[in-house]
């Protein structure tokens, strides 16, 4: 099978696929190396189509290997079939959280929860069909569902960082950031050291009002941070500024903030909102205007220009970004608040 030197260690291309499908065990290693290493579904499918009619369609493993290969190859409903023959045959936990994941790519979450319910029927105390059920239950916006399978996870392995993470994370946005600190806490002690780590655990100090360790944390995520969240932690700076009072640090933290990734919206917008506050109206329109060309779906940018138009008088345009802004958070009470100044306006014009 070894090819020659200086080529590839197996040149999968020269192999008689047929003649391996009738060998399992070498067949199975060849698959795997096929598939992982050279990542080449298309040859792992076809050899575990031929190894499938050699074990007589009954071998389990097979179909596993081919559901995985047409998975790679976007072949989501073929995947699907050969998952399921394959849970009939044996079922697996490897199996069970591929089933999901094809679900997932088809945009069919109770699909996908039914699947992992079933998996945890069938293995109790896997700890990864409840973490995948909590995904899909976050990714919908259920978060009461997804924190007690956060705290099931928890239960079964009280060493899950993703779980430690998120419950740290819902406490923190349920205005519980003592609660919050001692999960994080708990991952620091657990070896856990990177930037967002640190950059929570300085948010958690400043909301818990330990300004002593706050700027403490921020350091060493800055430390720690890269061009791909360095942004995020200055964004974070600026917020704190804002909170103890020093507008000039939180103007100087969110340009630095746009300087390392210029498509930060919130920093565009937080920028307007202090230009606005230093009587620079041009500046702060013209940073209202980038924050939401950058972030469309967002609502703040959009309601800052229609206030700051509003205040300059300029009525039709404040109420055409008051609409836009209702559009993508029908329920923001401020911009309900201004539109219906607004029509009180119109309705005496």
């Not at 050969?82 to 591929?98: G, N, R």
């Not at 919908?140 to 392995?157: R, S």
């Not at 657990?190 to 330990?210: I, K, P």
Request: glycine share 6%; net charge negative.
């Amino acid at each position: 099978m070894r090819s020659e030197p200086g080529g590839p260690f197996i040149n999968v291309d020269k192999l008689d696929l047929r003649k391996y499908a009738k060998r399992p065990a070498l067949a199975k290693v060849l698959c795997d190396y096929i598939l992982y290493h050279d990542n080449n579904p298309r040859k792992a499918v076809e050899l575990a189509s031929l190894a499938t009619v050699s074990a007589g369609f009954n071998d389990w493993w097979w179909k596993e290997r081919l559901g995985k290969g047409y998975y790679r190859l976007g072949m989501f409903r073929d995947a699907e079939k050969q998952f399921k023959s394959s849970l009939a045959t044996q079922p697996t936990i490897d199996a069970t959280l591929q089933l999901a994941n094809v679900y997932i790519r088809l945009d069919q979450p109770a699909s996908a929860i039914r699947v992992y319910r079933a998996g945890q029927t069938q293995f109790p105390g896997e700890t990864s069909m409840l973490l995948g059920e909590a995904r899909i239950h976050d990714a919908l916006n259920d978060m009461a569902a997804g924190v007690a399978l956060y705290k099931n996870v928890l239960q079964w392995d009280a060493t899950c960082v993703e779980a430690i993470a998120c419950m740290g994370a819902h406490h923190f946005y349920t205005d519980q950031p003592e609660i919050a600190l001692r999960f994080y806490r708990r991952l620091l002690m657990m070896g856990v050291n990177n930037t967002e780590l640190w950059n929570n655990l300085g948010l958690c100090c400043f909301y818990a009002s330990q300004y002593d360790m706050t700027l403490h944390c921020f350091d060493r995520a800055l430390q720690l941070a890269d061009d791909e969240n360095m942004a995020d932690v200055w964004f974070n700076v600026g917020q704190v500024a804002i909170g103890i009072g020093d507008l000039n640090l939180a103007q100087q933290a969110f340009k630095i903030a746009v300087s390392v990734d210029a498509n930060h919206s919130e920093s565009f917008n937080n920028m307007g909102v202090l230009d606005l506050r230093a009587g620079k109206v041009d500046q702060a329109t013209a940073s209202f205007e980038t924050a939401h060309e950058l972030l469309e779906f967002a609502h703040e940018p959009l309601y800052n220009a229609a206030l700051t138009s509003f205040k300059l008088g300029q009525f039709q345009r404040a109420f055409e970004k008051v609409e836009k802004a209702l559009e993508n958070f029908p329920e923001h009470e401020d911009s309900l608040e201004l539109k219906k100044q607004l029509a009180q306006h119109f309705n005496l014009l």
